[in-house]
């Protein structure tokens, strides 16, 4: 039995089309497989379906895989020329893509030739006008090549305020270490940092600590415009998901990534903030069993945002 689309209401066949369209991420973690397959189907129905579902499949980009950001590279190039063209096909990425989240970009080897070095710059011009934007530690070199792209003078171009890092080990040298990372830190007001476990290169002293051994590390002094920080404390392993200490100044100052640093090293951490759980679990002691890709797109990058945040 079939039921044609056209007769429903117009909200309610957008609606349809939106849910079928919504990445399949109930697949077991990590997920090898193109999460975006069904929106692209559909999309590939008929112009008018496609121009329901891809501005809903763009609004949230994750890329899972390297394959995947160098397919997003060539999807760009394309609409670009398409746009050269004024082609009906042609998307405005720039004004659709608003939160981009990357799992791995990894660097190239310093005997490739030149010419197979990737140019990320068409993604850093999406990034700096999104409105949040993340990285897995392990694709840390997608930031690094971008902010070489943009360079300090070029730094007043990023718009994007709302900055997520997940991962097992955080590594931040590759940003704090150019004037144009710290440009960019600089610039950061809402800061999530996602890695429940201890950097295994220092042993820990206290197993009753909450806040990992890595958060000293973290360059919050240089973020001068924070107001919002998020951070996952220690994983104790009866934890079934994973804990989130929430962080908020009322005003900017020039100590506010310090005033955080402070917080999180006084007596009582928990007490300058507020602790909620989410509902990714926690299934071991790497950060490729923690789902962060779900985490991103369900929106906990936004975890200030009181509706989304389900108390612990």
């Not at 975006?36 to 379906?49: E, Q, T």
Request: hydrophobic fraction near 40%; glycine fraction near 4%; include cysteine.
């Amino acid at each position: 039995m079939s039921f044609p689309l056209a007769a429903l209401p117009l909200e309610l066949g957008f609606e349809i089309l939106r849910l079928a369209a919504t990445p399949a991420l109930e697949h077991d973690y990590p997920r090898e497989g193109n999460i975006y397959a069904n929106a692209l189907a559909l999309a590939s129905v008929s112009f008018n379906v496609r121009a329901v579902i891809m501005p809903h499949l763009l609004h949230t980009v994750i890329l899972s895989r390297q394959y995947q950001l160098n397919a997003f590279l060539v999807s760009i190039s394309l609409q670009e020329i398409l746009g050269r063209r004024n082609s009906r096909l042609h998307l405005d990425y720039t004004q659709l893509v608003r939160r981009i989240y990357s799992s791995e970009c990894y660097e190239p080897f310093s005997s490739q030739p030149r010419s197979r070095y990737q140019d990320f710059s068409p993604v850093g011009r999406l990034m700096r006008n999104a409105e949040s934007v993340g990285f897995h530690f392990k694709s840390i070199h997608l930031i690094y090549s971008i902010l070489a792209f943009l360079g300090s003078p070029l730094m007043p171009d990023w718009n994007c305020r709302r900055v997520t890092f997940a991962g097992h080990i955080p590594r931040w040298n590759a940003i704090t270490n150019s004037p144009t990372g710290g440009r960019f830190l600089e610039e950061i007001t809402h800061f999530n940092i996602f890695a429940p476990h201890d950097d295994v290169t220092i042993p820990s002293t206290d197993p009753k600590r909450l806040i990992p051994n890595w958060f000293s590390r973290a360059p919050l002094n240089l973020m001068i415009r924070l107001t919002h920080l998020s951070f996952s404390l220690l994983c104790r392993p009866e934890d079934r998901n994973v804990r989130i200490l929430i962080y908020k100044l009322p005003t900017t100052n020039p100590n506010n990534g310090a005033t955080f640093l402070q917080w999180a090293a006084s007596s009582d951490p928990l007490s300058h903030g507020k602790v909620v759980e989410i509902d990714v679990p926690n299934r071991g002691n790497d950060d490729e069993d923690v789902d962060w890709e779900t985490m991103f797109y369900r929106g906990y990058q936004d975890i200030w945002l009181e509706p989304r945040i389900p108390q612990s």
